[in-house]
């Protein structure tokens, strides 16, 4: 803030100082119990102040989790839909009984203000990693939903980003701070299943394609959707309504994921922790007898179906090793190849997969500048195995990975789909 230099005489300035102490000493200051965190209020210098953008159907549920926690005071808003604007100004001025919550169509303003500390960025995934890397170059930290990436290049230079920058990533691979989920990965990193053999990962369809035009449509008042803003750093393509709805995964330009890269970034996320967070895969083959089976640097392989899962629910994951194997999914409830892998301990069952706890990690993170369970450089892995093994799906053979160089081994049609041109002015 910028004040205006005033000259005020030396004996004006004494005058109005005594007459502002004498009127202090006789009507004390009254701080309200909330400025001191008294009555179960959190103080404001122990708030964390948040800011959204692009906040839809899976960002408004984003947005509940955050405004549960009574440490977060959600400030403004930024969205290319003025619909969507209005709606979450709404949902905030209702939660704290005022009218404060700004609202922005282009994220930079948003950004460019000094008393935000985080934000939640739930665009589409065209944006994901381009709108967090100019958010940690803000100085702030961010919830991020998945996938956080849409190639390998960007995988590498968002986890290179946060690492440099040092801000605070989450994320928003939630199944990591469930208890079930997070136990089945401990049975299997810790050497309980024996020595790891093979993890499954369920990637809801196994298809890459490459996207295309819809029908042109008359493009809205930019006020009310900002289309160029909307395709961002996608490459160009002229408006249509069904772009704005559902997952698309492209908007724009490049390699689509399908199923892989949705649930894989899920399931894959949680096959990578079971492994040790280590690099990813360097070899994936097509799919054969419906599995596409990649395999780690020390023979572990790691293996994408659709079917043959034990019914515990969505996005299931599977981990086998040479004395006992686990499976788990949403329904909160794993199962055992022996009773005894619980050793006596009782594993919480929490069905569906609430985001409370993962806001939760990311939010005690901030304040103590500790490392998210869903972190830049776990995230980054996991995604590059899913991009890696998108090009093997869309080549249609075999390719082979270098964690050293993060390249493709004498594969040129395969280095070219590790990253793709983006639209000016949106450079990483």
């Known amino acids: 803030m910028r004040h205006n230099k005033t000259n005020v005489p030396r004996r004006q300035f004494l005058k109005t100082a005594l007459a502002v102490g004498s009127a202090a000493a006789i009507a004390p200051t009254i701080i309200p119990s909330s400025a001191l965190g008294l009555d179960g209020a959190i103080a404001p210098s122990e708030r964390i102040v948040v800011g959204g953008i692009g906040i839809g159907n899976r960002g408004t549920y984003d947005l509940g989790c955050f405004l549960e926690q009574k440490d977060v005071q959600f400030i403004a808003v930024c969205d290319i839909k003025e619909a969507k604007r209005i709606a979450i100004k709404k949902i905030a001025d209702e939660k704290y009984g005022n009218g404060n919550c700004a609202t922005y169509r282009d994220f930079r303003e948003l950004l460019d203000r000094p008393d935000i500390d985080a934000v939640l960025i739930a665009t589409g995934p065209n944006w994901h990693a381009t709108a967090a890397m100019a958010a940690a170059k803000a100085g702030k930290d961010m919830y991020c939903e998945k ?196 050793a006596g301990r009782t594993v919480a069952e929490i069905d569906g997969y609430p985001a409370t706890y993962h806001v939760r990690d990311f939010l005690d993170c901030v304040k103590t500048r500790s490392l998210t369970k869903g972190n830049a450089e776990a995230a980054c892995n996991a995604h590059i195995a899913c991009h890696a093994a998108n090009i093997a799906l869309f080549l249609g053979r075999q390719v082979k990975y270098d964690n050293k160089t993060n390249m493709f081994l004498n594969d040129e049609p395969a280095n070219r789909l590790r990253s793709e041109a983006l639209r000016e002015p949106w450079r990483l």
Not at 271 to 285: K, L, R, S
Not at 296 to 303: C, D, H, P, Q
Request: glycine fraction near 12%; hydrophobic fraction near 35%; include cysteine.
């Open 147 to 342: 996938p956080v990436t849409k190639n390998i290049d960007q995988s590498l230079i968002l986890a290179e980003t946060m690492r440099r920058t040092g801000r605070v990533f989450q994320a928003g691979t939630q199944r990591r701070n469930l208890p079930h989920f997070a136990f089945a990965c401990e049975l299997a990193r810790t050497g309980k299943l024996g020595k790891l053999q093979k993890v499954f990962a369920h990637p809801a369809g196994m298809q890459a394609m490459m996207s295309g035009w819809l029908v042109p449509q008359d493009e809205p008042n930019k006020e009310s959707v900002d289309w160029d803003m909307y395709l961002g750093p996608a490459a160009w393509r002229p408006f249509n309504a069904k772009q704005l709805d559902g997952f698309n995964f492209e908007k724009g330009g490049g390699m689509v994921g399908g199923g892989v890269l949705e649930w894989g970034s899920h399931c894959v996320d949680l096959c990578q922790w079971a492994v040790g967070d280590c690099p990813p895969p360097v070899e994936y083959n097509p799919p054969k007898d419906g599995q596409l089976v990649a395999r780690y640097e020390n023979g572990t392989e790691l293996i994408f179906r659709e079917t043959g899962w034990i019914p515990l629910g969505s996005c299931p994951v599977r981990f086998e090793g040479e004395s006992g194997w686990v499976e788990a999914g949403d329904s909160g409830k794993i199962v055992l190849s022996s009773p005894g892998l619980l």
